[in-house]
């Protein structure tokens, strides 16, 4: 039995990948779409600071001349959704930090967000009332 050569196959299995990469946009137009509606409405009934969208998404590596066409519009994809998805976890620690700035309880598994920095603390009714109970 023949086998392919590591590029043949490499090139097999990125085009088998690219219809489940590529049908991702949808949802994360979506997610985009949606999140504009949800930060619009509940951080103006919050009054909590907008989140900037700009300051997340960064589309430009398809500016470089080293790369051919398909690998710019994968660059402009990963650069669109790994941004919004950067923006939407801003979105969401500001909405948690609004309603539950509780910090989980210890875990050695869990990798807490750099935004539980702000929490009180696990089980500290003391700390969460000095937070929240203003």
Not at 70 to 89: D, I, P, W
Not at 109 to 120: G, I, N, R, S, T
Request: net charge neutral; proline share 4%.
């Amino acid at each position: 039995m023949e086998y392919l050569s590591d590029e043949a196959d490499k090139r097999i299995r990125h085009m088998l990948s690219m219809p489940f990469i590529w049908i991702m946009i949808v949802p994360i137009v979506f997610l985009d779409i949606t999140l504009y509606i949800y930060q619009q409405i509940v951080f103006y009934l919050y009054d909590l600071e907008y989140i900037d969208r700009s300051k997340y998404i960064k589309i430009d590596r398809h500016k470089l001349s080293y790369l051919n066409p398909l690998e710019k519009l994968n660059c402009a994809y990963c650069g669109y959704s790994n941004g919004l998805l950067a923006y939407a976890l801003a979105i969401a620690a500001q909405t948690e930090l609004y309603w539950c700035g509780i910090k989980h309880a210890k875990d050695p598994e869990f990798v807490a967000p750099d935004h539980h920095q702000k929490f009180a603390e696990y089980n500290n009714k003391k700390d969460f009332d000095r937070k929240y109970k203003k």
